[in-house]
């Protein structure tokens, strides 16, 4: 049974792991897309930057929606809503500068960001199997079962079968928050992405070209 419940532990981490690691991707791709997007000819510049924050605003709301739910829905739908609107401004701009390396830049830097928001829903959804849950609450059940009536066969203080459902009840407890990452009290971190709003509030460091 401790392999077991190690196992789905290994699987819930793992998982938890790659969620925060796509946050910092996340917010890495659009803040390199929100930086080149200020080397652009207006008026796309402004109308991008702009776009570019409520796109950062879509990306945070993502970290508090349940995965599955309706308001995922929404905010996925709201950031593709975005997500075409740049990428029509970015075709806008190669094709008044076909020949220039600021628009095409910009364009790679958008291709990433799009390409994150993906990876990023996806291990949202991507959970424990229910099959191993389940195989972790049954185990575990039956395990403290035969243990108890162990100790009680043999006439044993009760000690160590509450240390033993303890332990087991707290692994199960870490296993599920862990594969819940917007329930719970462990959550993916939402830092990066913050510190990249609050960073768009000042005023653009590359000026109108």
Not at 24 to 52: C, F, H, K, M, W
Not at 88 to 100: D, F, I, N
């Amino acid at each position: 049974m401790g392999l077991v419940l190690a196992f789905a532990m290994t699987l819930a981490v793992g998982r938890h792991e790659a969620r925060r690691a796509a946050v910092v991707d996340d917010a890495n791709t659009i803040g390199t897309a929100y930086l080149r997007a200020q080397t652009l000819a207006e008026p796309v510049r402004s109308s991008s930057l702009a776009l570019l924050v409520d796109y950062t605003d879509v990306e945070l709301r993502l970290t508090v929606e349940e995965p599955g739910s309706a308001g995922e829905d929404r905010t996925i739908a709201d950031g593709a809503d975005l997500q075409r609107q740049l990428w029509g401004l970015a075709a806008q701009a190669v094709r008044e500068q076909p020949t220039a390396t600021a628009p095409r830049l910009y364009e790679e830097s958008l291709n990433d960001m799009i390409d994150e928001q993906t990876v990023r829903t996806a291990g949202l959804g991507n959970r424990v199997p229910t099959e191993v849950l389940l195989l972790e609450i049954l185990g575990s059940a039956l395990a403290m079962f035969l243990l108890g009536l162990h100790v009680g066969l043999l006439g044993r203080g009760f000690v160590p079968i509450l240390l033993s459902a303890g332990l087991v009840t707290m692994l199960l407890f870490v296993t599920f928050d862990l594969d819940r990452p917007t329930r719970g009290l462990i959550k993916i971190p939402d830092g990066p992405l913050l510190a990249l709003r609050e960073s768009m509030d000042a005023p653009p460091a590359a000026g109108p070209g």
